[in-house]
């Protein structure tokens, strides 16, 4: 009987897997130094072919080529990250936890209509405008506080708890801030590049940031949101959908740097945001396009 069994099994998964077409991915091996090696050989070896052909190109006769750029005349890429090792493990981590678990389920939501993923994602936004008050407060941005104080009573009432963004119709529009902001306003540095498990990139201030924003949602507890059970459901909802409304895919570029071009491009981000929180003028207006940093 049991023999009968696994056969049947066995018949019934390789007919699935026959009928379903699998392909199985893998993630490349992390070798930075080696990957680092082939690749300074390999761009030699394209710029010497470059300049041989267009030497042959141009004849005997033409003019001497303009001076090749060296290592030292391009930008820095240095980032501190005194923890590397653990981060490259947990990005590799989240990158495994990505394709297996968390981009399957997004692919399934993005599948809903879309004035139902609308009006979730509308929620959601509608949720961090009591966090942008408090560190508006903090940030003695008084004017730009009321103003989330007005989107969050318009999109509550007229839209319906949230899930219609009344209040950009009206032209009131909405200003993105947190914790990390406020830090960096009272002067903090972003610190150390941290790479947190199922969350990604982050710094050692945007982590604390985060943190402190989750403490004054779960403080202020709107219609008891962020107590008890109802709070692992919303938070699980929440990073689908913003799981759903990220184009980021890992190893996508099939760059053997994507550790390093992430990591530089996360941190000289948050330096661009930091002069823009310093300079005069407004804070930085959230694309309606971007899903909210929450």
Not at 16 to 27: D, F, K, T
Not at 106 to 131: C, D, M, Q, W
Request: aromatic share 10%.
């Amino acid at each position: 009987m049991r023999a009968v069994l696994l056969g049947v099994l066995a018949a019934l998964g390789l007919g699935g897997c026959a009928a379903r077409n699998p392909s199985i991915r893998r993630l490349p091996p992390e070798t930075p130094a080696a990957d680092n090696a082939a690749a300074v050989m390999q761009a030699a070896e394209f710029a010497a072919a470059a300049s041989a052909a267009a030497a042959r190109a141009l004849g005997p006769d033409a003019a001497p080529a303009l001076t090749p750029l060296t290592a030292a005349d391009a930008p820095s890429m240095y980032s501190y990250d005194p923890w590397e090792r653990l981060n490259r493990y947990t990005y590799r981590f989240n990158a495994q936890f990505d394709e297996a678990v968390f981009l399957p389920v997004a692919n399934i939501y993005r599948r809903l209509p879309s004035p139902i993923r609308a009006g979730v994602h509308n929620f959601f936004n509608n949720l961090t405008e009591p966090k942008s008050v408090v560190n508006f407060a903090l940030q003695l941005r008084p004017v730009y506080g009321l103003r989330s104080v007005g989107r969050f009573v318009i999109n509550s009432t007229l839209g319906i708890g949230g899930l219609f963004d009344v209040a950009t119709r009206l032209k009131l529009r909405s200003y993105l801030t947190g914790f990390s902001a406020t830090l960096s306003i009272w002067g903090m540095h972003p610190g150390p590049y941290l790479v947190i498990p199922f969350l990604g990139p982050s710094t050692l201030r945007d982590s604390v940031g985060q943190l402190a924003d989750y403490g004054v949602s779960y403080v202020i507890n709107l219609a008891d949101l962020y107590r008890g059970d109802q709070s692992w459901a919303l938070g699980t909802v929440d990073a689908i959908d913003l799981r759903a409304n990220t184009d980021f895919r890992y190893y996508a570029s099939g760059s053997p740097f994507e550790y390093e071009t992430i990591r530089f491009l996360y941190v000289h981000r948050e330096l661009i945001e930091d002069e823009a929180l310093h300079a005069k003028g407004p804070p930085k207006v959230r694309d309606p396009g971007m899903p909210a940093g929450r």
